[in-house]
């Protein structure tokens, strides 16, 4: 039971900072053995942070559990002090969890950033290895994304992004999808035109030969799904 408590303490805040963190980075390819090390690392280091403000906060309130105490005679003191050793534990766990959720966000990497005078340019350089995908449509974070895929068979489609692979590994099974207006263009034919009742669309990066990337205005991506005028003058 100990051991299950203490894992939870250890593993809990570093899974949470983890999975937050990957919804903003690259899908990084680790074996089992990194991942877990990963976790646990990163949830020591705020448990460890946490746990220092605390036992100064908490030592000035004086609601401090003794743990000289608990550590000699675990059992007498838990039977006196049962449940400010529960609130406590909880309180710092729950407060860890919550450390390590702000501390992914995207806006903690900036503040970083900015306090040690690094640009964003000098951020992106720093970066570990990104995919193509992944430059292109996030480099902008304010703007919606407009994609255009030139296909091995000649033909053509494009459309608002909706989604994509985030996997750093460039592997021909990953694919995107578009959503909105989507323009078409058949190999051979002349004129790009938008299906209709279709509003999303599956592209494999098998399939594509080139990709452009339009970044259009959040305001005018909003009023019209449309595509914007470059892309369909660039292909027709």
């Known amino acids: 039971m100990v051991a299950v408590l203490a894992l939870l303490v250890l593993a809990l805040p570093g899974y949470v900072f983890q999975r937050r963190l990957r919804r903003r980075t690259p899908e990084i390819t680790r074996s089992a053995f990194e991942e877990t090390l990963v976790i646990l690392f990163s949830g020591v280091a705020v448990d460890a942070v946490v746990g220092v403000v605390l036992v100064l906060f908490w030592t000035a309130l004086g609601a401090f559990p003794h743990f000289s105490t608990l ?9 006196q002090h049962l449940a400010e050793v529960v609130l406590w534990a909880a309180g710092a766990l729950s407060a860890a969890v919550l450390v390590a959720f702000l501390a992914a966000s995207p806006r903690v990497g900036e503040w970083g950033g900015k306090f040690f005078g690094k640009t964003a340019e000098q951020r992106k350089r720093r970066d570990p290895q990104k995919s193509a995908w992944w430059l292109l449509f996030t480099e ?11 296909l091995a068979d000649g033909g053509y489609v494009a459309g608002y992004l909706h989604s994509f692979n985030t996997s750093v590994t460039e592997s ?13 263009r058949p190999a051979n034919a002349a004129d790009l035109v938008v299906l209709p009742r279709v509003n999303a669309v599956s592209v494999s990066a098998e399939r594509i030969q080139l990709l452009t990337v339009t970044y259009v205005e959040q305001a005018v991506a909003e009023v019209s799904e449309t595509a914007p005028e470059s892309p369909d003058e660039q292909v027709s």
């Not at 550590?71 to 039977?79: F, K, M, S, W």
């Not at 902008?140 to 030139?150: A, D, K």
């Not at 021909?172 to 078409?184: A, M, P, Q, V």
């Open 71 to 79: 550590v000699t005679d675990p059992r007498g003191y838990l039977a």
């Open 140 to 150: 902008h974070p304010g703007m919606r994304v407009y994609v255009g895929c030139m």
């Open 172 to 184: 021909c099974d990953r694919e995107l999808t578009l959503r909105g207006e989507i323009s078409y």
